[in-house]
């Protein structure tokens, strides 16, 4: 009888360390998923996306290099994050801040070698498989909830906030907040821009429901 009790005892810790390691991986893979969309975005040249205009857009006020520019952004960013909602950083957070642009780098670069002419057509089905891998992947990281991006955190924290507006409306208003603010600074927009910032906020709520909730929870248990 003792050895059955400590049998059934057993099954919930292994069950929830089995659902831990999916969260972790599906945190890995978002991310990584995110970085390789950012290197199709990259090689189509057909506009930076929201947060990235709206970075640009700021950068143009100081006379610091880019990649320190972002970083005080983020880090400033990351530091009003972790007063509101710090339960939002964590191993994306770390690995969106560390990993992210090496893999986008590293992404483009092959990305070029396969294609290296690149014509109109190819850069147009490009930008659509970049805005459909971040969509995807975003999605797969945001259900880990195991630390987002700190840009990715505000529509969320908004969105928790603000529980009767759908979180695809909250991320098509942050986007566009960011287009205009980047544009307004001289910040590069695009058609990839407009497209980014009307379609990835419905993206992500699809693929949250379709793929990304039943891969965490399973069908049954999502809601």
Known sequence: MGSTKEAKS???????????????WMTVFG????????????YSVMG??????????????TDLQFGTWYLILNACMLVV????????????TLI??????????GS????????PNDTLPVRIVMLIIGIVLMCFSAAIYFTADMGVSTYDAVAITISEHCAKIPFRFIRIATDLACVV???????????GTVVTAFFTGPLIDLFKRTTAEPLRY???RKN
């Open 218 to 220: 399973g069908r049954k």
């Open 108 to 115: 483009e670069v092959i990305i070029r070698m396969v294609f």
């Open 181 to 191: 603010i980047g544009w307004f600074f001289g910040g590069t927009v695009g058609i």
């Open 81 to 92: 994050i972790f007063i509101v909602n710090r339960r939002k950083i964590g191993l994306g």
């Open 48 to 61: 930076l996306d929201p947060f990235q205009v709206f970075a640009h857009g700021l950068w143009n006020l």
């Open 10 to 24: 057993s099954k919930p810790a292994r069950s929830g360390s089995a659902i831990e390691w999916r969260r972790v």
């Open 96 to 105: 969106n801040l560390f990993l992210l642009g090496y893999v986008a780098d």
């Open 31 to 42: 991310v990584i998923g995110s970085g390789i969309a950012v290197g199709f975005f990259s």
